[in-house]
């Protein structure tokens, strides 16, 4: 795995940057490529991109890097950084998230719903895709605290297959999307996916808290003070869900 290669598009949706921006950077020596004589097959060693990241992440965007992740044709696993493959590895994750999160001052009052709903979002994509993963099973889950953002994506079935299940008339994505975060369906698997999204409505809602979510081709964006849920069409479609909660 460590000495995989990718090709400069892999790596460009990898980082979340564009492919001129890798080959400026392998111009500055920022960033070479293992064939740079090559200028038009540039191929670079997964391990290589890894370790940029883990060691540039001020010059990434953590939510560029989940979408064009969860966009992508071609299912890869993401950084073992960001990625959970499994609910147990998630619960780590998070637990450890939350102690970081205890240590910001300025959240002082709210870490422990912020927390909540990161938790809410990231077990609805496993309760929901057990057994049932299209490609790459797991999440991305990433967080940086000093930009106060987390980001968490899958590459899922979506919501709109989750609850067609239930709600069979639902007839697109964003009639989905506005079940789910604004009906109690019930608490029984796998219905409580609506329950769930309802509940991280309402705690965005009453606290200093945003929140991006995308589903298909359907998506929101809801803050503090919002009383109603304004659901907008993507020209981007994926299969699965992409979230940014910022605070």
Known sequence: MNSKLLTISQTARMLGVSIQTLRRWDDTGKLSPVNRRAAKHRHYFKSDIENYIRNNPKDLSL????RNWVTNDLGIEPISDFYCPD????QVRLTRLENELGRVKRLSKIFPLISAITGEIGNNSFDHNLGNWPDVMGIFFAWDLEKGKIVLADRGQGILVT???VKPRLKNHQD?????????????????????????????????????????????EIQKNDSGIDIRKSAINFRGCLGLIKF
Do not use: C, H
């Open 63 to 66: 939510f560029k890097m989940a």
């Open 163 to 165: 609850l067609k299940r």
């Open 87 to 90: 609910i147990s590895v998630f």
């Open 176 to 220: 989905a999307l506005r079940t789910a975060f604004t009906e109690m369906i019930s608490g029984r698997a796998p219905e409580y996916r609506g329950n769930g999204l309802k509940f991280v409505k309402d705690i965005v809602t009453t606290n200093k808290i945003s929140l991006f979510f995308q589903t298909g081709n359907a998506w929101l």
